[in-house]
């Protein structure tokens, strides 16, 4: 299909909103050739997986990613639903999600009650959080911890589905699986405040404690820091107005 090459030649050397949309749209045109607007979801998932049980992405999907990872830097901070009357976005989205739900439930197919209810109740204590605003990813590394991912918490509700939830929930999953620590952030710094609590998780326990001087947990988010580690949360086909408040 081309995808990125057709991208570069549209936009050529600009790069400002205008040109951008454009160039998108000029991609668009072209893949609506290869598989119609609107096709049946059979047909766009054959137009990207094999047939079969197993979601084995083809050349088409990795196509799909390569021009994704071409556009992100452009699009990322821009206006949230300004790529939703895309086709191919449209396709990007459908394939985040269907391989996500389909890498997730073969984890948890793999887990026991136990495993699994402990999962539970780790997403129930963030989800219920008043005003829950974002969890921050800490990695640890040669010089202490440093943030390796921030995930909004918008979209985190059992009761209003959105792809982005079983995103996180599969994250949640390996932290409490593997080890990790996560810092979760609530409220704000107006009317309500600001609340900061951190998780420590591995082997399938966890527990929490509030943060009392949270300036000192967040202080070293530097704006390059930040701004990689906001990117490292996203998902295929969203821009971050898309998933942030």
């Known amino acids: 299909m081309d995808l990125v090459n057709i991208f570069n030649n549209a936009l050529g050397n600009n790069e400002d909103y205008d040109s951008v949309m454009h160039a998108i749209d000029m991609v668009d045109q072209h893949f609506g050739k290869y598989l119609i607007p609107e096709s049946a979801e059979e047909d766009c998932l054959r137009f990207v997986f094999e047939d079969g049980s197993s979601?084995?992405?083809?050349?088409t999907y990795y196509e799909l990613y390569d021009f994704w990872k071409r556009i992100e830097p452009f699009?990322?901070?821009?206006?949230?639903?300004?790529l939703e009357n895309f086709w191919i976005i449209q396709i990007i989205q459908e394939?985040?999600?269907?391989?996500?739900?389909?890498?997730?439930?073969?984890?948890?197919?793999?887990?026991?009650?136990?495993?699994?209810?402990?999962?539970?109740?780790?997403?129930?204590s963030i989800e219920d959080e008043f005003r829950k605003k974002y969890l921050i990813e800490l990695e640890e590394g040669q010089q202490g911890y440093f943030v390796s991912a921030v995930y909004p918490l918008r979209h985190f509700d059992e009761q209003c589905y959105h792809e982005y939830r079983d995103f996180l929930m599969q994250k949640l999953y390996l932290m409490l699986r593997d080890g990790g620590r996560l810092i979760l952030v609530a409220g704000s710094k107006g009317l309500t405040p600001q609340?900061?609590?951190?998780?420590r998780l591995k082997n399938f326990k966890w527990r929490r404690r509030m943060v009392k001087n949270p300036e000192d947990r967040l202080r070293y988010l530097s704006e390059e820091q930040e701004e990689k580690a906001l990117k490292r949360g996203l998902i295929h086909g969203f821009v971050k107005a898309d998933l942030w408040e």
Not at 97 to 109: E, G, K, S
Not at 195 to 199: A, D, F, I, T
């Open 55 to 59: 979601i084995r992405p083809l050349d």
């Open 195 to 199: 609340r900061v609590y951190e998780y």
């Open 95 to 124: 394939a985040e999600m269907i391989r996500n739900v389909f890498m997730f439930n073969q984890l948890l197919d793999m887990e026991s009650a136990r495993h699994l209810k402990m999962l539970q109740k780790l997403a129930n």
């Open 75 to 82: 699009v990322w901070d821009m206006p949230e639903g300004c």
